[in-house]
Antibody
Framework: EVQLVESGGGLVQPGRSLRLSCTAS????????LMWVRQAPGKGLEWVGL??????????EYAASVKGRFTISRDDSKSLAYLQMNSLKSEDTAVYYC?????????WGQGTLVTVSS | SYELTQPPSVSVSPGQTARITCSGD??????AYWYQQRSGQAPVLVIY???KRPSGIPERFSGSSSGTMATLTISGAQVEDDADYYC???????????FGGGTKLTVL
């Protein structure tokens, strides 16, 4: 079964760090760009950033709202991707999704909730 | 950053045609993708590369793009199409991507 599963969410205080993981199965993870998307409660989807496949240099891009605080990485040997989130703010509270795809192939995880609050 | 603009809401009666637009400066050069999101669920791709439909998506869903505007059309909308719809694309240099603000489609 083609699947992405996020983990690592939870309650964290402002200014602290959290690392989310995204585990892939059922497809050739290393062939695809991996993207993180978040959705604040009652709000729309927000693009967070992406990491390209090794074939396209494995480079990363970030939204202005998280650049310098968030880092995306991947370990293709384990079919894993990570979102390291530092200096968290209350406005980072959201469900975080990882997604991979190209053309008609498109896979999303179920999301993991991150709540930033004291 | 890059921005895509959608109308906040569209409302149609069952069987009517719903059109949802998405405007962005780079759309003449970049593909638009459309996602459907039902409450509490992850988004589902309904149109990719402007006008292609993934397998399993009903034929009533179609897409088009002209200039700086992409359009999702649902011909003969059904009650089950009642959901939020988001367009997605990237800027011309592929350094930033964005989702539109989302359109709440009401089929009632």
């Amino acid at each position: 079964e083609v699947q992405l599963v996020e983990s690592g969410g939870g309650l964290v205080q402002p200014g602290r760090s959290l690392r989310l993981s995204c585990t892939a199965s059922g497809f050739s993870f290393g062939d695809y760009t991996l993207m993180w998307v978040r959705q604040a409660p009652g709000k729309g989807l927000e693009w967070v950033g992406l990491i390209r496949s090794k074939a396209y240099g494995g480079t990363t891009e970030y939204a202005a709202s998280v650049k310098g605080r968030f880092t995306i990485s991947r370990d293709d040997s384990k079919s894993l991707a990570y979102l390291q989130m530092n200096s968290l703010k209350s406005e980072d509270t959201a469900v975080y999704y990882c997604t991979a795809g190209s053309g008609s192939f498109d896979c999303w995880g179920q999301g993991t909730l991150v709540t930033v609050s004291s | 950053s890059y921005e895509l603009t959608q109308p906040p809401s569209v409302s149609v009666s069952p069987g009517q045609t719903a059109r949802i637009t998405c405007s962005g400066d780079a759309l003449p050069k970049k593909y638009a993708y459309w996602y459907q999101q039902r409450s509490g669920q992850a988004p589902v791709l309904v149109i990719y590369e402007d006008n292609k439909r993934p397998s399993g998506i009903p034929e009533r869903f179609s897409g088009s793009s002209s200039g700086t505007m992409a359009t999702l059309t649902i011909s003969g909308a059904q009650v089950e199409d009642d959901a939020d719809y988001y367009c997605y694309s990237s800027d011309s240099s592929d350094t930033h991507a964005a989702f539109g603000g989302g359109t709440k489609l009401t089929v009632l």
